[in-house]
């Protein structure tokens, strides 16, 4: 795990962790979590109807906007493309935690756009993660996450519950974010 005085250029460890495998041994995705070992997590919500708000959701998506503001997100490549590492860097109790990702795949198709990825031995927690937008044939629009993770390293271990209330905080915040910028406020749209 990186702990950083000051949120630092990580380019540098991006390069580093470019070989590094995922930290979890499951094949099957978040498609078909673990059945034992692991949380798994399915956060859903409604931002609206429409091709309009489903195209404004899909660029937020690509644009990483679904972090909350009070996270970070380096990467060395716009978008998220398979084998990219990116990570994502979080102020907790006056450090920056930085947690790497390796990207495993798009989930696009007509009515979906989206992405997984999977977390590094570097990250403080072992699991995949997708984020993904998805129109609806009745035209609603819907983003999820969908996770399988369990504590990695032994500070999310001996400080789980606040770990998991972190994790569900992010769920939340990104919830919020995503539905902001699929609606936003009516003289903001061209």
Not at 53 to 82: I, K, N, S
Not at 83 to 104: D, Q, S, T, Y
Not at 140 to 169: C, D, K, M, N, T
Request: glycine share 6%.
């Amino acid at each position: 795990m990186v702990l950083l005085n000051s949120p630092a250029d990580i380019s540098p460890w991006l390069r580093e962790w470019a070989q590094a495998q995922v930290s979890y041994a499951h094949k099957g995705g978040v498609e078909a979590p673990p059945l034992a070992g692991f949380i798994v997590d399915v956060h859903r919500v409604r931002l609206g109807l429409g091709v309009a708000v489903y195209q404004r959701a899909c660029a937020a998506l690509d644009g990483w906007q679904m972090f909350p503001e009070w996270t970070r997100v380096h990467r060395d490549a716009d978008g998220q493309h398979a084998r990219e590492i990116v990570a994502m860097v979080v102020r907790i109790c006056g450090l920056w935690w930085v947690n790497p990702c390796r990207i495993l795949r798009r989930c696009d198709s007509d009515h979906t756009h989206g992405f997984v990825y999977g977390t590094l031995p570097e990250h403080a927690e072992c699991g995949e993660e997708r984020f993904m937008v998805e129109m609806l044939p009745d035209g609603s629009v819907w983003y999820e996450i969908r996770a399988f993770s369990r504590p990695r390293h032994w500070l999310a271990w001996a400080g789980f519950p606040l770990a998991r209330w972190w994790q569900l905080q992010f769920a939340h915040d990104s919830q919020v974010r995503m539905k902001e910028t699929a609606n936003p406020p009516t003289a903001l749209l061209p």
